[in-house]
């Protein structure tokens, strides 16, 4: 692989696994130094022992609200610059509002809403003193298309692009790029929530596509010439009809 982010200091969030994970190792394949950031400290600590001194563990629990307002400040203080800041923890919730509880409700919103709200809040200071950067959320179909099995997770991913592009249209003054990927349906932990019929319905059909897709499109954008700002890139699966 070209090294088309080399010398580039990437933070990825959610990085333990699914499209983070992903997004990491190709940012890493193409010479980024990445930190990655998650609750899982066990799994961080394997991530970065395997990616050697490229890799930087960044232990943070986004729905605790000291360690969220911490994790820029203490980033920065480790590396001292931020290039690529990847917005992709989240979670998931499907099925009949009714039958859904208020606390899981609370605890989604935070973490694909209000976390990336404030994190973004929170790096962009830095990236204008810089005078650049890149900003990338992960947003989800679901941000674009209301989904009768998703009523809260569409909601917030609605929320979340509607904030991504409102960021942009700001921010693009001082050199940062603001874009968002939106994945159909990813092979990853945030499909457990899925009816056990419908995600093997799902597999069988050929209507899921891998976290690595996914990041491919993340590298796209991050790939392009200072002067091209991708608005956003829906990835599907070409089997999701079926």
Sequence with gaps: MTKVLAGKIAVVTGAASGIGLAS??????AGATVVMVDRNAKALATLTKKWGDKAIAQVTDLLDSKSCAAMIPEILKKIGCIDIFHCNAGSYIGG????????????????????VIKNV????????????????????????SAIKHEPV????????????QTTRR???????????????????ALLDDWPVEKLEAAKQAGALIDPS????AVLFILSRPRNVTIHDIVVLPTNIDA
């Design 24 to 29: 990491s190792e190709i940012m890493l394949q």
């Design 121 to 144: 809040h929170s790096v962009l200071p830095h990236m204008i003193k810089q005078g650049e950067g890149d900003i990338i959320v992960t947003s989800s179909l679901a941000g674009r």
């Design 153 to 164: 997770y569409s909601a917030s991913k609605f929320a979340i692009t509607c904030f991504t």
């Design 96 to 115: 009949e509002l009714v039958e859904t509880d208020a606390e899981s409700i609370d605890q989604m919103l935070n973490l694909n809403v209000n976390a």
């Design 170 to 188: 700001q921010v693009n003054k001082h050199g940062i790029r603001v874009a968002q990927v939106s994945p159909g349906p990813v092979i990853s």
């Design 213 to 216: 897709e996914v990041a491919d």
